[in-house]
């Protein structure tokens, strides 16, 4: 670990002088910081953020801009679906697991519909419409779509209602939360300071955070906290030592952040004895368009299928990298090929096409009878609309006639950042400090470091092993907002009291 | 996380008079320890040693007591297998791997003849006869076994040898290395302290590690260490809490340890802003008998195969629990049930027994056609001694034929601690303090912690993703002697310089 910066904590008496005081100080003005700001400035704190870009909005920003929302929203109502807090918490519970957290989940399912009315107040638009079809990402301005409710297993959990929330913009629609969270934030009162990285917490005797050390164009900068310093800094995906150290399934792929992801608050934290959580659960995408698996099958380099192809596609990509031998393969007939809504636009074209499943699985390189196999029983089920393996919706069962395809499935974005990766595969880390439901970083014996805040993804939130689309911007928004007022010591309900020191 | 014991490390300067004082203090009497002491004592450095426990051994002394050794040892040349440090390392990567730590399994490879002779002048025997089927653990006294070199892939990747080797005792043996590595380390002048628990590191005002306070019986005592602390303290697969934030994987399974794993030194060292590694990574066995699975197929829980049953059983384990859909079952016909050496002595019975595989996936819960299309295409290959999706040895490649048995595979150790767990799988955990070759400790830049070492699983060793029986022992011996001399000044060649603080 030789290249790291050093982040070990300076004391508050080696400072001979403040050059800037605040209440709380926020490190980082992504969604996280953005939502924790505003809240701590509307709660009447004098607020200071520092983002260590040239402004405002970090991974956020370029991000596609799904909001994880339900229970029940203006939106979910208007197109015609009843949702209830529980309904949600039971798909999260499963879709984000195993292992999500409980506590944290309830408490983000409960106020969702309040959540959602806080982004619409702070000028967020929602279209009143459904995309009803499964993708990444819709190519239209529906306000509601699909992450996976409606899909096995999770269809019979808990009742499938769309919970996808996205502002009224075609394409990613980061930039547009980002646009309205900071400008909440600085209209409540925040006061940012750009090209600003913090370095160093500063840490009073009394085992106080009371500030930090920061660079601007090179030189030292020291920042007071009255209060608290809340960390928004992001996750590790941007640092390769970081990762080889704790989530080395990322390393060589692709990253999906604004490359500023290197995971400095964490260790500003764990420097000062803070507890990590789960720092090897990544979200993990196959860059696969879900428009074609649903026409065929995915299967593994032996020919197996292993997920119902109508999944939320963070599923089937998990599904497919962290378990499954590759390469992985689309398997299609012409009438599925051809059904491919935009296939050219996507740039979906066969590595190799067969008149027998003899001969496509020998040009794969599959075991004899490996694909035989597969697709013969799966056509027996689908003649009967069945599938009793991974239950596809029977609106996608049909048996697979010749001629036959093999896709490589690693293509599908059409655009966006994600297609870099040579890998077909990009993805970012979801582990990080360990927080309390009001974003109270804790020690390595349970214990809030006082003044000490986390949210987004420099802290493990509500998720398990798995991810869902809008989560992240979902729980780092949610979490922010909850860290933010706890800070300014005007903490929102729900949370547990927690004994500073 | 409030159960946990306060573990924030203690200023030096609080300290009014230490009870005891030595040169380098280990912490935690297992192989580690042992190692670490024995090697700092004849180095000439005033040793103590803690436990917590009543007496020496820790989770070592229970363990089968494989020691995985090779590169061309004495009992590998007499049983006439040719071994070289490049076979043992190619395998290595690739067994305990991805992400295997190249760094140290270069050395461990390179020195592991003269760690087996190290283990020989220390008194222990090795018989020079090898077990040559798949197992566990070996009911004799053979000397070598096999630990999954010769099955695929591996036996493509690098000449295969045996490298299991094991002190002349029958079932488990790990009691009999520490009889001898506690009986070297004190003969060469390390003095043990039992009952005593150290809680908390205690650190100087130049940010070294100068002792520890310890409890005995209730009651506190402070130490000295002149030179260094040594942590050997364990991994944490008793501490449910940590399992929680770092490996939820092994949630409610059985724990193969002496129950004292509990992260405490792990702790200690973080609350003092040590760098943790590779957390999430554990050993996961599923309790299955290797000779059962041989004689059939191993499928997962919608009739697939996913593995070469004749694999080392842990990589079994690991392709299962952590991979597939269970339940697990063991597919047999009645002529290789029969052929099951001491079949009843290991409790094998069949939990369904059909004339036809479509009964056989009825009765199993299976889609129609799945059992029918697995052992069809397996049949197919078999009966020309192939099996290209796993490539397992063609002397175990037949037509399974009727009757047919589906028996639950998670049985077949027939003693010992690990069958104690009702779900069939127990494991423990490799992650831990990040260390440099020398044990030293590193912090959250990259730096030496001045004064701290680690070994053994307190630490993140050579390990990547998977696990090999013999090289917990095997690395926790290793490394532990490298950091005994690296703190008592003498460090053994190959280390990397480092400059502390």
């Known amino acids: 670990m030789s290249s790291l910066p050093p982040v070990e904590p300076v004391p508050a008496a080696s400072v001979a002088g403040f050059d800037h005081e605040c209440d709380v100080l926020v490190v980082g003005f992504g969604c996280a910081g953005a939502a924790a ?37 203006a939106v979910q109502k208007a197109c015609g ?73 999770y269809n019979t959990i808990a009742r499938p209602a769309p919970r996808g929330h996205r502002p009224a913009t075609e394409s990613f629609g980061g930039w547009m939360i980002m646009e309205k969270l900071v400008a909440a934030a600085t209209e409540a009162g925040a006061v940012a300071h750009a090209d600003t990285q913090a370095t160093n917490l500063v840490i009073g005797d009394d085992g106080r955070v009371a500030g930090v050390v920061a660079r601007r164009y090179g030189a030292p900068l020291t920042y007071r906290a009255r209060r608290a310093v809340i960390l928004t800094t992001g996750g590790f995906v941007d640092s390769e030592e970081l990762l080889r150290q704790h989530a080395p399934v990322l390393l060589g792929h692709g990253k999906v952040s604004d490359g500023l992801d290197d995971g400095s608050g964490i260790r500003m934290a764990a420097a000062a004895g803070a507890a990590t959580r789960r720092m090897s659960v990544v979200e993990i ?56 809504p935009k296939r050219d636009l996507w740039g979906v074209r066969p590595r190799f096409v067969a008149e027998t499943l003899t001969e496509l699985e020998e040009s794969l390189g599959m075991p004899p009878g490996a694909l035989e196999s597969t697709v013969g029983v799966y056509n027996r089920h689908a003649e009967r ?98 860290a933010g007022r706890a800070a300014a010591g005007r903490p929102l309900p729900g949370g547990t009291l927690v004994t500073e020191g």
């Not at 499963?94 to 000028?123: I, M």
């Not at 609309?385 to 036959?404: M, S, T």
């Not at 970083?441 to 987004?456: C, E, F, N, T």
């Open 37 to 73: 700001a505003y809240e701590a400035a509307a709660a009447g704190a004098d607020v200071l953020v520092l983002e260590r870009a040239g402004g405002p909005g970090g991974s956020s920003a370029v991000s596609g801009g799904e909001l994880y929302l339900g229970g029940g929203t």
């Open 81 to 153: 679906f009843e949702d209830t807090p529980d309904d949600m918490f039971a798909y999260l519970m499963a879709a984000l697991g195993p292992h999500a957290d409980e506590e944290k989940l309830r408490l983000y399912c409960d106020g969702s519909v309040e959540h959602f009315e806080w982004f619409r107040e702070r000028g967020l638009t929602f279209n009143e419409s459904l995309y009803d079809a499964p993708s990444w990402m819709p190519p239209t301005q529906d306000g509601l779509m699909w992450l996976g409710e409606n899909a096995w297993p």
């Open 285 to 340: 995408a196959l860059t696969a368009l879900p428009a074609m698996l649903t026409r065929g099958m995915l299967v593994n380099g032996l020919g197996q299928r292993f997920v119902n192809e109508d999944v939320y596609p963070g599923l089937f990509s998990v599904a497919a990298v962290l378990h499954q031998p590759g390469p992985y393969w689309a398997i299609l007939d012409e009438e599925g090929y051809e059904d491919i």
């Open 385 to 482: 609309g069945e599938d009793p393996y991974f239950h596809k919706d029977a609106k996608w069962l049909r048996p697979l006639r010749p001629p036959y395809a093999a896709i490589d499935p690693r293509r599908g974005f059409g655009a966006g950042d994600r297609e870099s990766s040579g890998t077909g595969v990009a993805g970012f880390t979801l582990g990080g400090l360990h927080t309390t439901v009001d974003g109270a970083v804790l020690d390595q014996s349970g214990r809030p470091i006082p003044g000490l805040y986390a949210a987004g993804r420099a802290s493990s939130g509500i998720h398990g092993d798995g991810y869902i689309s809008g989560t992240s911007l979902g729980d780092g928004t949610f979490f922010g907002r909850r």
